[in-house]
Every structure is written in C-alpha cells, then in structure tokens.
C-alpha cells in the first residue's frame, strides 16, 4: 500500500471518528464545553437529569413526610408520603413537551404502611382519606421560557425551579364549605435535582443519574375537612430518578400502584387535558357522591 493511500485511508479514519465522537459526546480535542448560558443546551441538560430526550418513559419516586403549621401551635408531622410518576418527554418546537402523571399514598408515620382512614386531631374523628391520582399533569419546557435556574460548583450541577400559584379554587367556600380552604387555591412547588456535569457532558446519555428534592406549602387538603380553620400544610421530601426505571423504585410501593391504581405504573403517550390537581380530583368525587346520594354537604 502506498503511503499516499495509507494517509487517505488515515484521514477517512479520523474524520469518521471526529464525526462519531462529536455525536456521541467521546472526549474530543477542542471540543466545546456544556454552556448552561445558551438556553437550548440549558433545557436539553435539565431534560436529561429529570426525564429523557429519547422520548422513552421515565419513573421517578418522592418520598417524604406533611407538616401541619397552625398558628400558636407547634409543627406537627402529620402522615408520610410516597409518591411515583410516570413521564415521558416528547420534543416540539423550541423544547420538550413533557406528558406526566402521579399517583401518591399517605401514609402513617411509624408504620409507614398507606392509611384510608385518618384521625383529624382538630376534629376529633376520622376522616377518609383520598390519595393523589393526578393524570394528567403536563407542561412545555422551552428555550424561549426557561423556568429553572443552575447553580454548579466543580462536577456538581444543581437546576431549581420555584412555582408560586394562586388561582380560583375548583372548590369555593360557597358550594364545599367543608372542604375549602378559600375561593383562591395559594401554594408554592419548590422543585431541585442534582446531577453531574460528567454526565450531561456525555452525549450519549439521553437520560442521566439525578437525585432531588420536592416541597410545597399550602392549604389542607380537601378531605382533611378543616375548611376555613387556620393553618398550612408543608411537603417535605428526597425525590429519585432510578437508572433502570420501575425496577429502581421501592417494590412495596409498586405492588401498591399495581393493586391499586394499575393505569399509573405506565407513562402517558399522548397529550391530554385540562390537568388534574388533588383538588379537581375531589370535586369530582363530591360531586359524583351529591348527585348519588342527593347531598348538599
């Protein structure tokens, strides 16, 4: 072979390697470094620590406990929570449209075991309790409108998000005085999920290792029936994304969703709406039992 085609047959070499090695995210000289300042790199990042740019399904899993705060009284921990939710994040124009759902259990606090009956300290009696089965819960994530933050330092990268909300109640005083808080529903999501910069640096990850964090503030919960009596609720919990999916998710809270509430445990594949809240989910319970039962409570 002579040396003029052995250095073609080099240099095909190597452009074939540069172009797979700019694909895949392979350590390349000169290659450009993750800038989280350039908002599409922003948003392919924050997709790939909280679902998957490759469109396949996603679980992830909160667990945590709820706090009562009433004025003049102390904090109390009320019930545990645990929650998996199935998302699939679907690309569009400008970002990711990603389609979720959620199903959540309350659970007690020493046995850690789901409760359908809860004993309401202020009311002095039991109460049914109604877990969370939000389907769906969608929302864009776009380059144009980035609604998370990043703070890094070395190979740890952090992205944020803070939800403040306030709009009309689904459940106004005047028709669920029981189960109302307000003719405003007022909370805030705070949002965190910590990653490496290692791994959204590898190109050919289209999903990487993430752990995180969920809290919220706001108002009792419907089937709480305290109504109008003061006070707040708090969430506090440690969320996971696991690596192989269902299989990293505790199994006594998957066998829970399976015997339960199966339809969860697989992640949506087209967008529906309007969204649903645990509040739109139980007007629809009250209203279902009133046309029933002829009630006006």
Same mark, same amino acid.
């Given at each position: 072979?002579?040396?003029?085609?052995?250095?073609?047959?080099?240099?095909?070499?190597?452009?074939?390697?540069?172009?797979?090695?700019?694909?895949?995210?392979?350590?390349?000289?000169?290659?450009?470094?993750?800038?989280?300042?350039?908002?599409?790199?922003?948003?392919?990042?924050?997709?790939?620590?909280?679902?998957?740019?490759?469109?396949?399904?996603?679980?992830?899993?909160?667990?945590?406990?709820?706090?009562?705060?009433?004025?003049?009284?102390?904090?109390?921990?009320?019930? !545990?929570?645990?929650?998996?939710?199935?998302?699939?994040?679907?690309?569009?124009? !400008?970002?990711?449209?990603?389609?979720?759902?959620?199903?959540?259990?309350?659970? *007690?606090?020493?046995?850690?075991?789901?409760?359908?009956?809860?004993?309401?300290?202020?009311?002095?009696?039991?109460? *049914?309790?109604?877990?969370?089965?939000?389907?769906?819960?969608?929302?864009?994530?776009?380059?144009?409108?980035?609604?998370?933050?990043?703070?890094?330092?070395?190979? *740890?990268?952090?992205?944020?998000?803070?939800?403040?909300?306030?709009?009309?109640?689904? /459940?106004?005083?005047?028709?669920?005085?029981?189960?109302?808080? !307000?003719?405003?529903?007022?909370?805030?999501?705070?949002?965190?999920?910590?990653?490496?910069?290692?791994?959204?640096?590898?190109?050919?990850?289209?999903?990487?290792?993430?752990?995180?964090?969920?809290?919220?503030?706001?108002?009792?919960?419907?089937?709480?029936?305290?109504?109008?009596?003061?006070?707040?609720?708090?969430?506090?919990?440690?969320?996971?994304?696991?690596? *192989?999916? /269902?299989?990293?998710?505790?199994?006594?809270?998957?066998?829970?969703?399976?015997?339960?509430?199966?339809?969860? /445990?697989?992640?949506?594949?087209?967008?529906?709406?309007?969204?649903?809240?645990?509040?739109?989910?139980?007007?629809?319970?009250?209203?279902?039992?009133?046309?029933?039962?002829?009630?006006?409570?």
């Amino acid at each position: 072979m002579t040396i003029k085609r052995m250095t073609v047959r080099l240099l095909r070499r190597f452009t074939l390697f540069a172009f797979m090695a700019s694909t895949l995210g392979a350590p390349v000289h000169g290659a450009a470094r993750l800038d989280f300042a350039d908002p599409q790199q922003a948003i392919e990042a924050y997709v790939r620590a909280n679902g998957d740019t490759s469109g396949k399904p996603v679980a992830t899993w909160a667990t945590g406990t709820v706090y009562a705060y009433v004025p003049g009284e102390p904090p109390r921990p009320l019930f !545990g929570l645990e929650v998996l939710g199935m998302s699939r994040f679907l690309r569009i124009e !400008g970002g990711f449209q990603r389609l979720h759902k959620e199903v959540g259990y309350y659970t *007690d606090l020493e046995t850690g075991k789901v409760i359908d009956r809860w004993f309401n300290p202020w009311l002095q009696r039991e109460v *049914d309790v109604v877990h969370i089965q939000n389907d769906p819960v969608n929302r864009k994530f776009l380059a144009s409108r980035i609604s998370f933050r990043i703070n890094e330092t070395g190979d *740890d990268v952090a992205f944020y998000r803070e939800v403040p909300l306030r709009y009309p109640n689904p /459940l106004d005083r005047a028709n669920y005085p029981l189960y109302s808080s !307000g003719d405003f529903y007022e909370a805030i999501e705070m949002f965190n999920t910590f990653a490496r910069r290692r791994d959204l640096e590898n190109r050919r990850l289209t999903s990487v290792p993430s752990t995180g964090s969920w809290s919220r503030m706001g108002p009792w919960l419907p089937w709480m029936e305290m109504g109008a009596h003061q006070g707040y609720l708090l969430y506090h919990s440690r969320a996971l994304k696991p690596v *192989d999916g /269902l299989a990293g998710i505790p199994a006594s809270l998957v066998e829970e969703v399976r015997r339960r509430h199966p339809a969860y /445990l697989e992640a949506p594949s087209e967008f529906r709406e309007p969204d649903e809240t645990s509040w739109t989910f139980f007007k629809k319970l009250i209203d279902e039992r009133r046309r029933s039962m002829g009630a006006t409570r």
